[in-house]
């Protein structure tokens, strides 16, 4: 609905009275969303009780992309648009890249929409996120599988992948309690908890990923500052050449193994 300046207006006190940091913007997305008014009113009522923007809306924008968000599935971070650039830059047309755990699937589709003809591949354990990844790579041509890590691939991938981009859960858990809500109440915790040192998951990866990358093929693994290292020695103890880059503008960190032979 286009909505009056009054519509907008109590639109923006409701969502800055529940505490919305951003209710103007909020509220202009909000409104350009909903039908019509009975439409409007449920919209702010889902944000108001604490659901994300991007649920409530269906979508959310990574890197210039618009990608769907469904209720239950993790929403995309500005910043892992640093590990997405990163893929991109790597990336060789028609290329065989994996987004490993991979969500709504943002990565992985904003790697195919900039390098041509990529074969892609998108995984997760999340039935759920695996349903909201296929609307989302369909666009690309690409594959969905659900199951455990690598375990769900087909065995013709083996040794033939490129690039493996991977934003799995990295938070410790005993830092989960202190998430903002939006991610503790709306985001399953499988999508977040990456166990007693945050690095758990990067360690199973690190064992498993050798057996999927071709020779001279790539795995980027986003992590944090603090347990960048971590995760670059889970990269380097399965015998992968590793190096870490950050981004001071999007506060992002990512640790790459190259596999050698
Ligand atoms: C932090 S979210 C990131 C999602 C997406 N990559 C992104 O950046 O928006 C981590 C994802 O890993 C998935 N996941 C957790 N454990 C997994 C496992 N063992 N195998 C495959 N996926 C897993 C979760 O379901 C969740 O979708």
């Given at each position: 609905m286009s909505g009056g300046p009054d519509v907008l207006r109590h639109t923006v006190e409701t969502l800055r009275a529940a505490g919305c940091v951003f209710a103007e913007e909020e509220a202009d997305l909000l409104v350009g969303q909903a039908a019509d008014d009975e439409a409007l009113e449920t919209?702010?009522?889902?944000?108001?009780?604490?659901?994300?923007?991007?649920?409530v809306l269906g979508w959310t924008r990574f890197d210039g992309l618009r990608v769907e968000v469904d209720a239950g599935v993790f929403v995309p971070r500005q910043r892992t648009a640093f590990l997405a650039r990163q893929a991109i830059v790597i990336a060789q047309p028609g290329d065989v890249v994996l987004d490993l755990c991979c969500g709504t699937g943002a990565i992985g589709l904003a790697v195919a929409t900039a390098v041509p003809d990529v074969e892609l591949h998108a995984c997760d354990i999340d039935p759920a996120a695996v349903a909201c990844a296929a609307r989302n790579v369909a666009a690309v041509g690409g594959h969905t599988w659900c199951g455990d890590l690598f375990a769900p691939l087909p065995q013709r991938l083996h040794a033939r992948v490129d690039i493996v981009v991977v934003n799995a859960p990295y938070v410790p858990t005993a830092r989960i309690g202190f998430m903002p809500t939006e991610a503790r109440d709306h985001e399953p915790r499988h999508s977040l908890d990456g166990g007693v040192d945050g690095v758990q998951i990067h360690r199973r990866v690190?064992?498993?990923v050798g057996?999927?990358?071709?020779?001279?093929g790539c795995v980027l693994v986003e992590t944090s500052t603090d347990q960048a290292d971590l995760t670059a020695?889970?990269?380097s103890a399965a015998g992968l050449a590793t190096a870490i880059h950050a981004s001071d503008e999007l506060q992002a960190t990512v640790a790459v193994g190259r596999r050698l032979g």
């Open positions: 919209l702010v009522r889902r944000r108001v009780s604490g659901e994300p923007l991007e649920v690190g064992d498993e057996a999927w990358l071709r020779p001279g020695e889970a990269l």
